[in-house]
């Protein structure tokens, strides 16, 4: 039999466990499953050796074209992420470790899941943080069903604009909870019906918005307010659980690592104290030893630790009467995440954002000098704006792929008036300043030539 | 004398004005920041020194266990190596910096190895209507189940179909799942075996039944001996069967659920294709289908035309799962680990991990009761009966104890329907010696429950951390850091 | 002052610290140094954060063209390294110690230093080995002064052809040594006068050797043996042990990583047991517990572990008696060795060897027979062999760069017969087929064009 | 019952057949082997799958203490922080994927930073002609020794200059390099305050010297106060003044070896600027000299003319160091780090380095003698000797039981001119509560000293292995694995 390198039983020791079972071969070991369909023809190409798989997978890899300038942002930003996050969430005890089911061998994920939910809190301004969910859509789902849960109102509003995604998500988890989703253009749309208001911030279209008028306007209508936050624009923006916000989530994967195709993601999850044992998700507690080990610190107080708390509310224990049938998260992603945003600390969270918006509003400015070119004017914004050029968002495009350049988004199917005829452009704190140079020089070519 | 690390979280540690990075000056002309009012002053975090954030999250780690430390045989969590060349490759850069909304001709290298595993999965479970977006198993599983729903409205029959069935022994997402897909969930009681009785699911099938559930093989370890008759019945009674396939690694390469009649189902890649549990995630929960269905499978999904690869939104989709694509980088290593097996390969993984499932109850089973004695899959489910009859020691501390002898303990208390379950998983990755090694444990902690049942209740005695008061943690949860005077 | 990341110490801090020492600034802690020449103005560019460091760095290493065929070797070969060995020698507690001067806390580093010498003793079959030195070259070198020592000869011998940059480091040492270095042609030139004769095996030009008639030569000469080994032919070729030699070197580096631009490296060094306390370097040795710790074992057997052994050879303790200067050595390169080698296991070791060997003359065969070319002639080799081209080799490479591919090495300014008019070209295991078929489909297009 | 990792290697693991990695089949048409008696059976090694090998040197880097698991203070090692972000642009594949011998076009982008990297060091050391390729700090004392031999043997004086003077507090790799490039080593004795005696230096000044070799600061962590009149002296009597640059952290930003008048020095980057140490190596040993020193450099340097960079070999050059270009991944670090800094964070390197150790200095002062009680640098040497004569405890003792204390301990014994010496040196990396927790050890082990001496003869009692019997594996080493039957 061919020795597979992540399989270590050889055929000498198969033979001696086998003689142990009293059995003939490992295939009788499936004898309970149907013979007419066992051992069935699968058509998957054979295996490959590592040097091969490599090589394929580089070649793969080489098929996707990254290093070019590209102006996309719309919910995946380029962020800065140093170099210690990758290298302590890549040591094998997080990697390798299952959900710490067994706390006095896992204190490393649960105390590293408790750092999480602090930052989380302190970024959001919320009193209370799950361990973190799949990401920003579908904890802004959940978000929902818990207000559902919470008012038993079967409704949800959605302001716009609001990312076209989140709104799907939302939709998806409704059409299983048998709920209603309306989409609203002011926050004042909100009805008695509606158990929630979900607010974007910065919105769809990248504005900066009060929250505070949101959140005025859902508890008015006695709906909870949710806002979906971008967490680098919490190191600068009031924390929404300042303005008025019951439960705030966001997407965390983009402090966490590279933007990866969109995924594995981090959905951020805090609300207000009273929600607490009606959130989704794992929650990691702080307890005490109840038997601190003879020899470890004799006489001396039980030691601190961790543990997941709260599991009461999970489907574990309580099955069909869950929360949410949540299971495995993002632990690693939590973790990084994490690392990214202390390690920047309260001066880095606030420089790096400011960055970023410096970066964003300098690249507005110098493009809507070019002739031809227009920046929307919306209020304040963050790192996303909306250009209108001399030509049409789809010939805009092509233009600047021509020039080895991919542009923002097409928004200019959106219902808003500001969208009409607009590219949506996002700079990042994380974008090489010589790529917005680029972009300017080739839009004014592109102006030039119009 | 070594640090009480669990009494000194980040927030205690550093001093006022440390950094752990550098950030870039703006040196161009500055904007005017938006208005104070929707402004915050600054957010209260740490502020360390690189120095110390490295060390604090290092020895955060080593209180950890891991598969890369020594087995870890947690039931229902098929805890194998993962290997580290997949890792590697799902950071390549051509992955790793790829946008999900790049234009399709700029990601055409993911997007294929995308298309592929879609074909490989529908390949393996023999349902050929694939989509990677769900996150975990538990989300392929609100996937598959709003599937279901989808389709059953499609036939009209929504309002009429919404009991489903799930075996007593379902792992706790099934009938979590079911409820959130808008589902009433009636619970079946397993047979003598430890199946599905077919008595029961027949008296409980009806008009109103929209969809079976099912793990296979089943949370006992055990094969559903009845399993073709199952789907028949549920079938003719009008209802979906869903298949819960988290335990694929039992079968994988041997049998496929497309052949066995079922509907849907979804597969853990983290369990059977060796993506690394990260803790608590991420995962991913590709859901698998019979090709009438594929209409209605969660945005997006890949498709091949010319050889050109593009997203696409299914007709009549049930939406998506979430924001953008999936847990990408967990489909890569899926992705790699099939590639490394292949089709030999796989079947060798099932091969040897219900083998070394059943030799591991072999040495086990005159030291622990075995409350189904039956030829196993990838697991064994003992209890530990026997030891608190005899010596009031309970599975709980067995649990701990395994600790002492530096291995993992399995998982406890699950199914529910074992009393003082030891629901033990060795996988693959296990060498013969090593599953000599762990029953030797076992075996020596059974006797220490004779001997000296003190031992165990005092276990652990030698992890980073004593014994936890659990219960007070949720009696009186602080989830969260405060400053100290507050 | 500017907080760096690097550098805990607030302003805080230091004002706490200088007043215990009553010293009213740092500069003052640096007032025995001459004033006339204290804080020098020093030219260099300003302190960069992370963000514009990497990017920086990314845009230096791009500037390296690395993706192109390439078909040089002579010291630097392309090998298949698995995956587990860069995410084992990343583990910090690896990396990030020092040298292991305190075993009870350093048994990580020096059970992978025995292990690292009991690899290199069983590939070239000798008795002992060091824990490795700086490369191949300089251990060639340090041999060669042992030589000196235990013969107390002057004088040593470097049988062509072998590496021109070896030749050059060995002189090196002996101008150092004030000991002749003498290149000779043919292992029966060695004579009394000489301490050694050096032999690389396979030799510079690709070809594979009997070691046995040097040893015997340099034996009837009263000289040692100094065998130059490439580590991955080993997995195929006899053991120079086996065939005489006295001392065994080889570059480990190919083995343990990428080629990196020619280092860190690794010299391996092992001997036959008479020479042991001559040896250079570091060596670990096996030793037992004096002291078990009171709870670990009560009653147990002293646990084994490992130590620095025969530390009397080395410098901090005999000085300017020493072995040699030899203080930092190579000892993450040398794990990284180990476990690449261990992890092919002899199975591997042997199919990687011979892969190469395929790979190699599949290449030679087909550029042999495209019109015009042709492949010296010269007896067995592993994976370098002499192109003759209808042009001078360095017509031949411009073309080839023409085309995107980078040739093999010019040999044709050295003195061998064979190395007339001749490109070295390098084919290893780690070489994509596709660049072979490039290499390939280039010269036959270069051949019609000639 | 956990594993004595230490008593089975990896040869004593595993089973034969078991494979860590597959290797690509050759498919192609196979050519003959060589001749039989070139070739061998096969090499004896181990045979484990992937997650044995993973498990096992997990385990094995689990029983090392490092920089990043704490507090590091060994003297004259310089173990300050090593940034993550240099090991990552070490990486790029840019970098790590050049071939030594690639066209000069095809590697500008190293040669580059490599040219750069040369022009800081000239910078900071104040000595313009630089060569990168020595391997570690005594190699790059070998090639600084033969630099000034040939500088000698061009002056026609190599045959009359044959004597090198070295303090006795030199590191012993001085006199050992010294004596490899063919010298004579006369040990100076220190002067009353530890550091150079002009008189004894002048006594011993003669002209068959051809250089005297020192330490700046030396390895007391002094300054040597009569440096200038100590390179006149030298100077005047026709020799060279060798500078071993190792303890550059002291002075870095503040002081240049060139603007003292030194001749050549040796810098250890894997001390000052950060890299690394790997265990052990690798390291790198850039050489830096008088500008007239140039042609003798070793081979190559990197020039640049019209912006192109190329590597040369200077005219009269010593030879090569090694077969290729030097530890090319260290020195990339060792550039990163610099770019980090710049200047300011150089000066505030030195600057912290230097107030920790007196801080450190100022905290332990009354618990252990001081034999030189003069401010220092960059480290301190206690002496342990009141200890000895009171308590019978060791230097040995003390360091073996600062383990107990989560730290590893300073260097010890060294230099040899002190008794019972204690050299700790804080770096910068340390913040102010960390050196009080390191004095706070060594203060607490004072009084346990005297309390209860047994305590320190038995330690470490916490550590992965107890104290070991270094003599006897001198006295019959077994430096191999050997199988159990020979
Ligand atoms: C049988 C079974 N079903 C479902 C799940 C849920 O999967 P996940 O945790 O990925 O959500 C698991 C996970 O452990 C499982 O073992
Ligand atoms: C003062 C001094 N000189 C020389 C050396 C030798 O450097 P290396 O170990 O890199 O060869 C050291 C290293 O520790 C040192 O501290």
């Known amino acids: ?450 | 004398m070594i640090e009480d690390v669990g009494a000194r979280l980040s927030f205690d540690r550093g001093a006022p004005g440390r950094r752990g990075v550098g950030v870039p000056r703006w040196d161009g002309e500055p904007a005017a920041l938006p208005d104070a009012h929707l402004l915050r002053e600054s957010v209260r975090l740490p502020e360390m020194s690189q120095n110390e954030i490295v060390r604090y999250y290092g020895a955060l780690s080593r209180r950890n266990y891991s598969v890369d430390s020594g087995t870890y045989p947690l039931g229902s969590c098929t805890m194998k190596y993962n290997p580290k060349v997949d890792d590697l490759i799902a950071s390549l850069p051509g992955f790793a910096e790829a946008h999900p909304l790049a234009p399709a001709e700029d990601v055409q290298g993911v997007l294929r190895v995308l298309f592929e595993l879609q074909s490989h999965l529908g390949e393996i479970t023999g349902l050929p209507a694939v989509a990677l977006s769900p996150a975990a198993g538990a989300h392929g599983e609100l996937a598959g189940m709003l599937i279901v729903k989808r389709a059953l409205e499609r036939r009209g029959e929504l309002a009429q179909r919404r009991r489903v069935l799930v075996p007593d022994s379902a792992h706790g997402t099934n009938p979590a799942t079911a409820a959130m897909a808008g589902f009433t969930v009636q619970e079946l009681p397993s047979g003598p075996d430890g199946g599905v009785d077919l008595a029961t699911l027949e008296a409980a099938l009806g008009d109103d039944v929209a969809a079976f559930m099912v793990t296979l093989p089943n949370t006992l370890g055990l094969w559903e001996r009845n399993i073709q008759r199952v789907v028949e019945r549920v079938h003719a009674a009008g209802a979906f069967v869903y298949g819960d396939g988290a335990n694929l690694n039992a079968i994988v390469g041997r049998m496929r659920f497309g052949d066995l009649g079922f509907d849907v189902v979804h597969l853990n890649p983290h369990k059977t294709f060796g993506t690394p549990h990260g803790g608590g995630g991420p995962g991913a929960g590709p859901v698998c289908a019979r090709a009438e269905l594929a209409p209605y499978l969660p945005a997006p999904v890949v498709v091949q035309e010319d050889g050109r690869y593009a997203l696409v939104r299914p007709a009549d989709t049930i939406g998506r799962m979430q924001q953008f694509h999936g847990s990408i980088g967990v489909l890569l290593r899926a992705y790699a680990y099939i590639r490394t097996l292949g089709c030999e390969g796989l079947r060798e993984t099932s091969g040897n991990a219900v083998l070394n499932a059943n030799y591991l109850r072999a040495l086990m089973r005159d030291h622990y009761d075995l409350p189904y004695d039956r030829p196993v899959m990838h697991e064994v489910v003992f209890a530990g009966t026997r030891q608190r009859r005899r010596h009031n020691v309970r599975t709980y501390d067995i649990a701990k104890r395994l600790i002492d002898y530096g291995l993992h303990p399995p998982t406890v208390y699950f199914p529910l329907i074992v009393e003082e379950a030891l629901m033990i998983e060795p996988t693959e990755a296990e060498s013969r010696e090593s599953i000599e090694m762990l029953a030797g444990a076992f075996i020596a902690i059974a006797e220490e429950s004779e001997r000296d049942p003190e031992l165990l209740h005092d276990a652990p005695q030698t992890s980073p951390i004593g014994r936890m008061d659990e219960a007070e943690a949720s009696r009186h949860p602080v989830i969260r850091w405060r400053p100290r005077e507050a």
Do not use: K
Not at chain 1, 202 to 215: K, N, R
Not at chain 1, 316 to 329: K, L, Q, V, Y
Not at chain 1, 358 to 363: G, I, L, Y
């Open chain 1, 1 to 450: 039999m061919q020795a597979f390198p992540y399989i270590p039983n050889t055929d000498a020791d198969r033979a001696i466990m086998l003689e142990r079972l009293g059995v003939a071969s490992v295939d009788r070991l499936f004898e309970e499953l149907p013979a007419e369909h066992r051992d069935p023809q699968i058509n998957i190409p054979a295996a490959l050796a590592e040097a091969d798989l490599v090589r394929l997978l580089q070649e793969r890899a080489a098929e996707n074209v990254v290093d070019r300038p590209t102006f996309l942002g719309a919910g995946a930003y380029r962020r800065f992420v140093p170099a210690i996050t990758p290298h302590l969430v890549s040591r094998s005890e997080f990697a390798t470790s299952y959900t710490p089911y067994q706390p006095e061998i896992s204190q490393g994920t649960l105390q590293a899941a408790f750092e999480y939910q602090s930052v989380v809190c302190e970024l959001t301004g919320m009193d209370v943080s799950n361990t973190g969910m799949y990401d920003a859509a579908s904890a802004t789902a959940e978000a929902c069903l818990l207000a559902v849960r919470v008012t038993r109102r079967r409704a949800v509003a959605l302001l716009e604009p609001i990312h076209p995604n989140t709104v799907d998500v939302v939709r998806m988890y409704a059409f299983g909870g048998d709920v209603r989703v309306d989409t609203v253009r002011h926050a004042t749309d909100v009805t008695a019906e509606h158990a929630c208001v979900v607010v974007q911030q910065p919105d769809f279209l990248g504005t900066i918005l009060d929250v505070e008028d949101a959140s005025g306007a859902a508890h008015a209508a006695g709906a909870l307010c949710i806002v979906v936050a971008d967490p680098l624009a919490l190191g600068l923006l009031r924390a929404p659980g300042d303005a008025g916000a019951d439960l705030v989530t966001g997407e965390g994967r983009d402090l966490a690592g590279p933007v990866a195709f969109g995924g594995p993601s981090l959905g951020l999850f805090a609300a207000r104290e009273p929600f607490l044992r009606q959130m989704p998700g794992r929650i990691v507690g702080r307890a005490q030893e109840s038997h601190p080990p003879a020899g470890a610190s004799p006489g001396a107080a039980p030691r601190t630790g961790y543990v997941l708390a709260l599991q009461a509310r999970e489907q574990f224990i309580r099955r069909e009467r869950a929360t949410s049938n949540f299971s495995t998260g993002q632990s690693l992603i939590a973790t990084a995440f994490t690392i990214t945003v202390q390690t920047l600390g309260p001066q880095g969270m606030r420089e790096s954002a400011e960055l970023c918006y410096q970066r964003a509003h300098d690249a507005a400015r110098r493009i809507a000098t070019l002739p031809g070119f227009a920046v929307v004017e919306r209020g304040a914004w963050f790192q996303e704006f909306l250009v209108r050029a001399p030509m049409p968002p789809a010939a805009l495009a092509m233009a600047l792929a021509d020039r080895g350049i991919i542009a923002g988004l097409d928004v200019s199917d959106r219902g808003e008036p500001e969208a009409r005829e607009a590219t949506m452009f996002c700079v990042t704190e994380a974008m090489s300043p010589a790529h917005v140079d680029a972009l300017v020089q080739a839009l004014s070519e592109i102006g030039a030539r119009s």
